[in-house]
């Protein structure tokens, strides 16, 4: 079982990841899978959780 802070780190880094630009892992950037689009809700609780999560940011991106 993960610690609460691993669990934060996997579910923080995941949103990047699946971005298609330089940074994240789809054609655009590291090409390791197909384009992925992000809805719309997704990247607006991802931006509310930035702050609070912030710290555990560190290892994602």
Do not use: A, T
Not at 14 to 31: F, H, M, T, V
Not at 33 to 50: A, K, R
């Amino acid at each position: 079982m993960w610690s609460k802070e691993r669990f934060y780190e996997l579910l923080m880094g995941e949103i990047w990841r699946l971005r298609d630009d330089e940074k994240g892992y789809g054609p655009q950037g590291k090409n390791y899978f197909g384009h992925v689009d992000i809805p719309y809700q997704v990247e607006f609780s991802y931006e509310l959780l930035m702050e609070p999560l912030k710290k555990y940011l560190g290892r994602c991106g």
